[in-house]
């Protein structure tokens, strides 16, 4: 029980983090996009190397 209250108030943390920096201009949705190429660029590795593009809208 313990565990799972402090998982929940880590999320809350972390989601309120998230929208202060999107208020704040810190996070764009330009930045959003890298982030999410970067990401199916790791986690797709194999992909890229047969030659798929991986890039998000373009």
Known sequence: MRYRLGSFLLLIYILV???VAWSHHYLT???LKQIAQALL???????????VDLHIGG
Not at 41 to 51: D, M, P, T, Y
């Open 17 to 19: 983090g998230l929208y």
């Open 29 to 31: 949705p330009t930045l």
């Open 41 to 51: 660029a790791i986690f797709l590795w194999f992909l890229v190397l047969l030659g």
